[in-house]
């Protein structure tokens, strides 16, 4: 195996610096898709501290094997090859800090801010968070924070959702995120990066321009609202994710981006290619911008029908659909992009 003494000079810092970490750890069982192969060498780093201390061992006994970092695995096809590297699996580093909770009088803190010219609460979250849960929490009594409604009920984590500006019901992560701290692969130092140095718009973060950036944790802006509001909007994007989305079958969310002035679902259906299946893997009968695994779907499977739908798509339309989930490989095969499908 390519890296085979690399690896085994990470395991070993791995296990004498008290990080979890596994050979041959099924990646299938870390995807929304339920699908993929194994990962060579898998580490769950325990929070930011160790998160760090992972990337800087791969970058001084790594020897060029493959790195790969995953949250939730919301938004990704794994290869069915798997990956013949690491994968660092970020869902144990999931700190959340309220700014009210370190404040030395939360009471005060939270009626000053309710009452002045800025009613706001910052939250610090891990990358590997679920947003979700973040979500979840920010509406709670105890905090009756608004801003994040429109998460709850994406599937992915916080680190995730800064990279791909997760978005939904007419907000996204931009609104809210006031600043991102990330890890240097190619240098080896950590950095920081506020509002507008972020560069994020629709599904687009500064960190897809710069892949050897890895997003450790954010900060976000949340306003002081109405808690009975906040829950009930939550209820109301949940009941329409139930209802629209195939949340039946696994998948990893949208397939494709928004084209402008149109939708990728509306193009694929009008395309006759709802209920179309190759293998495991069809477009949703419920929401043709999906594709779901109706059991035993590979990953072959899901890249002949995305092929399947764009050549279709762009024999009606004269547009090619640009896919939003992400094609994780080791890179070492020669059909490793979605530029190849």
Not at 68 to 79: F, P, T, Y
Not at 134 to 162: H, K
Not at 312 to 318: A, S
């Amino acid at each position: 195996m390519p890296f085979k003494e690399a690896l085994e000079a990470l395991f070993e810092a791995f296990r004498a610096n008290g990080i979890l970490c596994k050979w041959n750890e099924p990646l299938s069982a870390h995807t929304s898709f339920r699908i993929g192969g194994n990962a060579a060498l898998a580490v769950w780093p325990s929070g930011k501290t160790q998160l760090i201390l992972v990337l800087s061992l791969w970058r001084d006994l790594g020897d060029g094997c493959p790195l790969c970092v995953l949250g939730k695995g919301s938004n990704v096809l794994i290869a069915d090859e798997g990956f013949c590297g690491l994968v660092v699996l970020t869902t144990k580093a999931k700190r959340v800090v309220y700014e009210e909770d370190e404040a030395p009088n939360r009471a005060e803190f939270r009626r000053r801010a309710e009452t002045g010219s800025e009613p706001y609460c910052r939250v610090y979250a891990e990358c590997g968070a679920s947003l979700m849960a973040l979500a979840f929490a920010c509406g709670q009594p105890d905090r009756e924070l608004s801003g994040l409604e429109f998460a709850y009920g994406i599937p992915g984590t916080v680190g995730g959702a800064i990279v791909m500006n997760a978005g939904a019901y007419g907000s996204d992560v931009e609104r809210v995120l006031v600043s991102a701290d990330y890890y240097d692969l190619q240098n080896g130092c950590t950095g920081q990066l506020r509002d507008s140095e972020m560069h994020l718009s629709y599904r687009h973060s500064i960190f897809l321009e710069h892949p050897d950036w890895v997003v450790l944790s954010g900060v976000f802006k949340l306003s002081y609202g109405y808690g009975p509001d906040i829950r009930e909007q939550m209820k109301k994007n949940m009941e329409a994710r139930r209802e629209k989305q195939p949340l039946e079958y696994p998948s990893a969310g949208s397939v494709f981006k928004r084209p402008v002035d149109n939708f990728a679902a509306r193009m694929i259906d009008t395309a006759g290619l709802k209920g179309v299946a190759v293998g495991g893997a069809q477009v949703s009968e419920k929401h043709a911008g999906f594709i779901v695994n109706r059991g035993g779907a590979t990953a072959a499977d899901v890249k002949a029908l995305v092929r399947l739908v764009r050549d279709e798509v762009e024999k009606l339309y004269r547009y090619r659909l640009e896919c939003e989930i992400q094609l994780v490989s080791d890179g070492l095969n020669e059909d490793d992009g979605w530029d190849t499908v």
